[in-house]
């Protein structure tokens, strides 16, 4: 990524990944880093900016994340958000306590529309807060931009050494022009001139690929799945005949999914790579038996994809490279990109076992979030129908089946979540909605069918909305949808007697169950 970049100084917040995003939205190349990122490798970066995030904790207290005071010092602008514009006071003279009345959700804001950060915002815009702590002094050189009601330093500036301190999160949609004021931020005052485009990455990254592999053979794990199936394109554009593609049917995809994934992919299909299949089923199945913990369940599951394409990579010959689907998600949710606290490991990066046989890993699509994939996927010129096509988790229904993993919880969350997605469609929801499937439960409960006592399982329904998969609300599907639903698969789906609707955002929820 030779190019300008913003870096992002992560102290915590749950909104790292959304700030970066933003920042790429307007087309500025951006990275997440912690803060105890030491200031000579930021200097070494030399970035166009940097944007410091919010945070859990009070700046004044000692054991709190802080920075040292020369970063503010390096002629390079600088973005506060909530913590860090706390911090920014703070560390360079102002004062931060205690506020005599918290701010929380979506508020109102009287900006200074002359101030760089505010050029082209409304003078009264909808910002969303969310601090106890707030700017009672701003340090020396500092004037006031923006306040509320309640907060007497919404945003404070100090133009001459472009320095910025903004409490509210102007990187939520609930923050009507936040996209407008991180613009301002990067195109205006950092002075970048936006050139992170999906047609350079691609070419970047063929260029990339083969330079890395040279004459050297590639074993690709292909699920079929938007991350696997853009990547296969992209290095069958790179490498050709040197790439294997490895499709792991480890029992717990989606009902027919194995087939549909043959069919695209295979001799028949559209590209002229090496398929091969792999029906691993029970091997999986009795690997995950008596096992419940979450993450253990993905440590498994990740240990037997490398085990099963070892395998594979000796039957086929000389294998030099693994390439993987890890999205920049994968690697901050991992804990490996920012500070923010590990939320689940990825089988693409936190699952894997520590030995692998292979001499290096190719991750090319390793800094793009998933809507850049997808872009990606169609300057390859993949189909919309596959691009496009419902997010699926790498561990597959393994997460989406709380407790152990049984060949008949398999089948029922498999049934059930065709009947949803068909369902759906037919309400033509499916456009509409971000991301819905159906998951199993381990709650078992007391029915009556058929004048019979039934003592079977519940099956929860999610569906959610979002831009960039870092934050989601629940959709609102039509109850009548919903009664269909819960209707067809009782009484289709033999040892299911209840049927939920899960309505939990994220955060505090995350997507997946597990």
């Known amino acids: 990524m030779e190019q300008e970049k913003v870096i992002v100084i992560d102290f915590g917040g749950q909104y790292n990944q959304l700030v970066a995003r933003r920042v790429r939205e307007c087309n500025v190349y951006c990275e997440i880093y912690s803060y105890k990122t030491d200031i000579e490798k930021i200097k070494e970066m030399n970035p166009k900016g940097i944007i410091l995030t919010g945070g859990p904790n ?3 207290e000692p054991d709190s994340p802080t920075y040292t005071k020369e970063l503010f010092e390096l002629g390079i602008p600088v973005l506060g958000l909530c913590y860090g514009a706390q911090l920014m006071m703070h560390v360079l003279g102002g004062k931060v306590e205690k506020a005599p009345v918290r701010e929380y ?8 529309k002359d101030s760089p950060l505010f050029q082209g915002v409304s003078e009264n815009t909808i910002c969303w807060m ?17 306040h509320t009601a309640d907060c007497p330093v919404a945003a404070a500036e100090n133009r001459e050494k472009n320095l910025y301190a903004i409490q509210f999160h102007p990187e939520v949609l609930h923050t009507v022009e936040g996209t ?9 005052v950092c002075g970048c001139a936006g050139t992170w485009r999906m047609d350079s990455f691609v070419e970047n990254a063929i260029a990339d690929v083969r330079a890395k592999v040279g004459d050297g053979k590639v074993l690709l794990a292909l699920s079929g799945g938007v991350d696997s199936s853009v990547l296969a394109a992209l290095l069958a554009k790179a490498i050709g005949p040197q790439l294997t593609c490895v499709f792991v049917d480890h029992g717990l995809l989606r009902k027919n999914e194995g087939d549909e994934v043959e069919s695209v992919f295979g001799k028949d299909g559209d590209f002229d790579i090496n398929f091969i299949r792999v029906n691993a089923q ?28 070892e395998e594979e990579a000796k039957k086929i010959g000389a294998v030099d490279f693994l390439a993987q689907g890890t999205i920049y998600p ?36 390793r800094n793009l979030f998933k809507d850049e994939v997808r872009k990606a996927g169609l300057e ?3 189909p919309d129908y596959l691009v496009y096509r419902q997010p699926f988790p790498g561990p597959g229904l393994g997460i989406r089946i709380i407790g152990e993993v049984t060949a008949e919880k398999v089948r029922i969350v498999q049934d059930a979540d065709y009947i949803y997605r068909e369902e ?37 329904l999610r569906a959610v909305n979002t831009v960039d998969f870092m934050t989601a609300e629940a959709a609102d599907i039509p109850f009548e949808v919903l009664q269909t639903v819960m209707s067809r698969i009782i009484n289709e789906v033999k040892g299911v007697n209840r049927v939920f609707y899960d309505l939990t955002s994220k955060p505090p929820g995350t997507i997946e169950f597990e």
């Open 58 to 60: 009070s700046c004044y």
């Open 105 to 112: 959700g979506k508020t109102e804001v009287f900006v200074k």
């Open 130 to 146: 969310s601090h106890f702590d707030y700017i009672s002094k701003t340090a020396p050189d500092f004037e006031i931009c923006a």
């Open 180 to 188: 407008k004021m991180l613009y301002n931020f990067v195109r205006g």
């Open 282 to 309: 029970e091997r999986y199945y009795a690997k995950l038996a008596g096992v419940t913990e979450p993450e253990q369940k993905r440590k498994i599951i990740g240990e037997e994809f490398i085990r099963v394409f």
């Open 330 to 365: 994968d690697v901050v949710e991992s804990g490996l990109g920012g500070e923010s606290a590990v939320i689940k490991s990825h089988h693409n990066v936190g699952g894997l076992p520590d030995f692998v046989d292979f001499k290096d890993i190719v991750e090319p699509l």
């Open 380 to 382: 390859l010129g993949l």
């Open 424 to 460: 759906i469609a037919k309400a033509g929801l499916d456009k509409g909605i971000g991301q819905y499937f159906a998951a199993l439960t381990n709650m078992r409960s007391v029915g009556v069918m058929g004048d019979e006592r039934t003592y079977d399982y519940a099956v929860a």
